[in-house]
């Protein structure tokens, strides 16, 4: 049996292909995890073009600290500074960014913060990277056309790297926020979403 993370072809294409595949990723060495029941095509189209920054971590931390201690009320910023060791004027500055993609909703006044928009379960972790970061490519190309490339040519690397922007946005596009604060087991999560997203047929 081969894994289904192992592969970068939707698994409704390798559905058709009539061989047997697990998504347990217990039975395999080969798994990483990708893909999301949610999946929207806005994530496909950001695959490979996203960094992992101290903006993101921080804004992934942030995010994880208001789901966990908000209670249905605003969190303030001070607070979450204070237990994540992040200053507030860095917190200030993504959470304007997090606000204007629709993550999160500002309470002005005495007891004001911000509350999550939506349900961490409903929130994907990629979503918060890349709200926060400028889009970046893994390889130095332009997606997977070869403006920028060697001799205005693929590399010999560009599938390597162009291949590991995929996998890594596609597991965190398969990841919630509720996953993280649950602390759950994120690569299972992926798995069985992307299992459920994409149901794979047993060969005849």
């Not at 990708?34 to 490979?48: I, L, T, Y």
């Not at 060697?150 to 926020?177: D, M, N, P, S």
């Not at 690569?187 to 005849?204: E, N």
Request: aromatic content about 6%; charged content about 25%; glycine content about 10%.
């Amino acid at each position: 049996m081969q894994c289904l993370e192992r592969f970068d072809e939707p698994a409704g294409i390798l559905a058709n292909t009539g061989a047997s595949y697990t998504t347990d990723c217990s039975n395999c060495n080969c798994c990483v995890a990708r893909g999301a029941a949610g999946w929207r095509p806005d994530h496909q189209d950001k695959a490979g073009k996203m960094k992992l920054s101290t903006k993101g971590r921080y804004a992934v931390m942030a995010m994880a600290d208001i789901a966990r201690h908000s209670a249905g009320s605003a969190v303030s910023l001070p607070d979450v500074a204070r237990r994540q060791e992040i200053s507030v004027e860095y917190l200030e500055q993504l959470f304007g960014k997090l606000r204007r993609a629709g993550l999160v909703d500002s309470v002005r006044g005495p007891g004001g913060g911000y509350l999550l928009a939506m349900s961490a379960e409903d929130m994907w972790i990629a979503d918060i990277i890349s709200a926060v970061d400028e889009t970046m490519q893994v390889t130095r190309c332009q997606g997977d056309a070869i403006e920028g490339c060697v001799g205005g040519e693929k590399c010999e690397t560009h599938e390597l790297w162009a291949a590991l922007g995929r996998q890594i946005y596609g597991f965190l596009a398969a990841v919630t926020l509720g996953d993280v604060v649950e602390r759950r087991n994120l690569a299972l999560a992926a798995s069985v979403r992307r299992a459920k997203a994409y149901p794979v047929r047993a060969a005849s």
